[in-house]
């Protein structure tokens, strides 16, 4: 069965305090990975898709890399702002649907 | 251009009531997906509809869940016999035919009493 894991569930960073968030994934067949950002009281905003191993993508402090068990969301010099939950999906070519993790609750203090 | 709208954005209901919620996907989006969140957890499909049919329903959790598209652009989930674990925020979500983003709206907050 396809599986999503998120790591770790919470996060806690000071302004400036460069981290990774972690998903790895078992699925058969990746058709994509997303990364979506979810803040309270909200609905996912995207951020990315990846759709091969070594493939990388960037959006200001943000770059997601993907491996063939994982992907890695590098945060850079993290701002109060950056302040969300991070979900990562998959899509297989096997299924209609976005599979979710759980999600990372990432806190920056200022 | 106008994202993915969803009503309403907050819904009371009592056990066993009947409930609808409402998705207007982005215009032109052929496809639409439903999903439903509960706290601390990633969305979890329920059904997606490519044109007025739905082409895949694996995801509802019983037939008290049902949704339509019938002009193949708004959609409405329908719950019946409310129970007060359908508690949980409903998302929709709509992408174009063949492309992967799915945009998702702002989501319905059901509580079932």
């Known amino acids: 069965e396809d599986q999503v894991t998120q790591s770790p569930e919470a996060l806690r960073l000071q302004e400036g305090e460069s981290s990774s968030l972690n998903c790895s994934y078992t699925?058969?067949?990746?058709?994509?990975l997303f990364w979506y950002r979810q803040d309270p009281g909200k609905g996912p905003e995207f951020l990315f898709t990846?759709?091969?191993a070594g493939e990388e993508k960037e959006k200001e402090r943000l770059k997601a890399t993907l491996t063939k068990k994982e992907s890695f969301l590098h945060i850079t010099a993290p701002k109060p702002e950056d302040s969300a939950t991070y979900l990562c999906?998959?899509?297989?070519?096997?299924?209609?649907?976005?599979?979710f993790g759980a999600g990372t609750r990432l806190t920056v203090k200022p | 251009g106008a994202g993915v709208s969803q009503t309403p954005s907050n819904k009371v209901t009592e056990k066993g009531k009947y409930v609808e919620l409402r998705c207007d996907p982005i215009?032109?989006?052929?496809?639409l997906y439903w999903y439903r969140q509960s706290l601390g957890q990633g969305p979890e499909f329920l059904i997606y509809?490519?044109?007025?049919?739905?082409?895949?329903d694996s995801g509802l959790p019983n037939d008290r869940f049902f949704a339509v598209r019938p002009e193949g652009s708004v959609s409405t989930l329908k719950i019946q016999r409310t129970e007060r674990g359908d508690s949980a925020v409903y998302l929709c979500?709509?992408?174009?035919?063949?492309?992967?983003?799915?945009?998702f709206g702002p989501g319905t907050r059901l509580l079932v009493l």
């Open positions: 979500a709509s992408s174009l035919t063949g492309k992967e983003t799915q945009y």
């Open positions: 699925v058969s067949g990746l058709r994509g």
């Open positions: 990846l759709y091969s």
């Open positions: 999906a998959v899509r297989t070519y096997n299924n209609n649907d976005m599979r």
């Open positions: 215009s032109g989006h052929t496809a």
């Open positions: 509809f490519q044109g007025t049919g739905a082409a895949d």
